[in-house]
């Protein structure tokens, strides 16, 4: 896949779950706006509320995306299944639209109302929602292959100490080699965010400064930066890489116990709801 085509790929995911929201609240607002008490009389009563034909297709739907999100990203990551035709990275973002719009739905198929044990289901589902959120932060700040395997730190040193004998070999004038290697060795461990982005910003104009010295054309000043900027890239990632493992070891302590609360509960809920009789349109 393109970046092109990635960017695409987000942005429909984005723009269904936008419009989907929009369209959903739009239709059902007067309804959503009722006092509970007099929603029974509301002319679409029967069509908004959790068991009619449009709340409780929203309840279904929104299940059986969470659940769905949730069993093929595991079958992926652990199993690997469908390994050869869809990358990891690219699983995880259709996991988190499914697992973000299929909230969504059960958000409208409730109504907005949230009593007893369903409202732990409800809010069960919200940590789950913005600990995801949180995990992909970490997800992302951590080095992979192409594939979206997980680099370790082994392999992002050695990615890093091949391209810094990439970039020496690069030089003809030592002056501007030692420069670039002066300033290679005294960056990337900037504390904060906007610190380091700021320093890298100088360290790299200090490079480029010192290549104009060199001699080198300007197509090959190019490529020295270029080789320059992966090899701080990965320095900073070395830095931090430690730190993002263990978080999102950690980050799993937070969202897998919301995650298995919840589906305990909405099983129970299907099963009282299938006992009652509720058997949404068959």
Known sequence: MTKTVHTVYIWVMV?????????????????????????????????????????????????????????????RK???????????????????FLCTLGPILVLFHTTFKFGGVVSIAFWSMVMVVLSGAVGRFIYIQIPRTIEGRELGLNEVKEMKNNLASSLESKFESADAHQVVMNVAQGSGTESGMVASYFANRKNIRRVSKALKK????????????????????????????????????????????FALIMLVIVIIHVVITLALGYKWIF
């Open 15 to 75: 723009g269904i779950t936008v419009v989907v929201t929009i369209y959903l609240t739009s239709i059902g607002l007067d309804y959503y706006n009722t006092p509970i008490i007099d929603r029974y009389f509301h002319p679409q009563n029967s069509w908004f509320k959790p068991s009619g034909t449009m709340g409780h297709g929203l309840g279904i739907l929104g299940t059986f995306m969470i659940v769905f999100g949730v069993a093929i990203y595991i079958a």
């Open 78 to 96: 652990r199993y690997n299944f469908l390994a050869k035709y869809i990358r990891l990275k690219y699983l995880l973002e259709f996991h988190i």
């Open 214 to 257: 060199s001699g080198l054309s300007k197509a090959e000043r190019q490529s020295v930066l270029v080789v320059f900027k992966e090899e701080r890239s990965l320095a900073r990632k070395i830095v931090r890489l430690e730190t993002m493992q263990r978080l999102f070891k950690y980050w799993h302590v937070a969202h897998l116990p």
